[in-house]
């Protein structure tokens, strides 16, 4: 068996399980809807075709949400029904939201490692605003925001990043503090001062915590810009386009929008990895 097989052959294994799990439970949830369309005395393979091909089914297949998501994919980019269209606008509130993060989370982190009072104040701060439900937060940021003028991008830019910003400012915290302390009193040793220890012990050894807490932060910061188009009654984005099929029942565009999202979410972390492989690149194959 090569190597390739060897890595490829588990992935391929829980796909097909996934699979098999998701057609059985299509079939158990929609065989009554089914079997109230069909003629008396239909057969059991009629009845299952048939819950496999409902316009509204209550659990769609996995082939009927693969078509409606290529049906969104194929619309016009202009179009409110383009998944594409919707995906660029959640995504725009996830870059920003993701980079004010970034920034918030290392400047506390640095703060957090090298003043004794930030670490005792801020970091316990910082944990408890995790516990507070995001669905719960949303909407009164909506509207403290809204009644000072700020709507659109700015409070979903910012519920994004007031969820992502925890693992940056965690991870950071721990690569700031991984240095040993006898590389710390080497460096003591050739008179090195704050900011020498911090620019070539410190920082260099953040990298390697960094980048798994972007690969994190960028999911969480796709999952802030979809809750917070739930509250603010927008007509675009994933989260307007989940909440818009649910009202109207519509089944299959709901799990193509999920879709979707699971799909972007996976670009997000994609894209911390390629940064994460252009560090690499020039730090000479090291991180």
């Given at each position: 068996m090569t190597e390739a097989?060897?890595?490829?052959?588990?992935?391929?294994?829980?796909?097909?399980?996934?699979?098999?799990?998701?057609?059985?439970?299509?079939?158990?949830?929609?065989?009554?809807?089914?079997?109230?369309?069909?003629?008396?005395?239909?057969?059991?393979?009629?009845?299952?075709?048939?819950?496999?091909?409902?316009?509204?089914?209550?659990?769609?297949?996995?082939?009927?949400?693969?078509?409606?998501?290529?049906?969104?994919?194929?619309?016009?980019?202009?179009?409110?029904?383009?998944?594409i269209y919707h995906a660029a606008v959640t995504a725009s509130s996830a870059i920003v939201g993701f980079a004010l993060a970034f920034v918030l989370g290392i400047a506390l982190a640095i703060g957090i490692v090298n003043v004794r009072i930030f670490d005792r104040s801020i970091m316990p701060w910082i944990i408890a605003s995790q516990t507070v439900p995001a669905l719960a937060v949303a909407p009164m940021v909506v509207v403290v925001l809204g009644n000072a003028g700020l709507t659109g991008l700015v409070p979903k830019a910012l519920i994004a990043a007031w969820l992502s910003f925890f693992p940056i400012v965690t991870s950071m915290v721990a690569g700031l503090r991984s240095p040993e302390r006898i590389q710390l009193d080497l460096l003591r040793t050739y008179s090195a001062g704050g900011w020498d220890v911090f620019a070539r012990l410190?920082?260099?050894?953040?990298?390697?915590?960094?980048?798994?807490?972007?690969?994190?932060?960028?999911?969480?910061?796709?999952?802030?810009?979809?809750?917070?188009?739930?509250?603010?009654?927008?007509?675009?984005?994933?989260?307007?386009?989940?909440?818009?099929?649910?009202?109207?029942?519509?089944?299959?565009?709901?799990?193509?929008?999920?879709?979707m999202a699971s799909l972007l979410a996976v670009a997000a972390v994609a894209a911390a990895d390629a940064a994460r492989a252009v560090l690499v690149r020039a730090r000479g194959g090291r991180l």
């Open positions: 097989v060897r890595r490829t052959l588990p992935v391929i294994v829980v796909v097909v399980g996934l699979l098999v799990v998701w057609y059985a439970a299509a079939i158990l949830g929609d065989l009554p809807q089914a079997r109230d369309l069909a003629t008396p005395g239909a057969a059991p393979t009629t009845l299952v075709r048939m819950a496999l091909a409902l316009e509204r089914p209550l659990v769609p297949a996995p082939h009927q949400v693969a078509a409606a998501l290529i049906a969104g994919l194929v619309q016009p980019l202009n179009s409110p029904r383009s998944l410190r920082w260099p050894a953040s990298m390697a915590f960094l980048f798994p807490g972007m690969k994190i932060a960028a999911s969480l910061a796709v999952v802030g810009a979809i809750v917070a188009e739930l509250p603010t009654g927008a007509q675009a984005g994933l989260g307007a386009r989940l909440l818009g099929a649910s009202y109207y029942g519509q089944t299959l565009q709901l799990w193509a929008a999920l879709a």
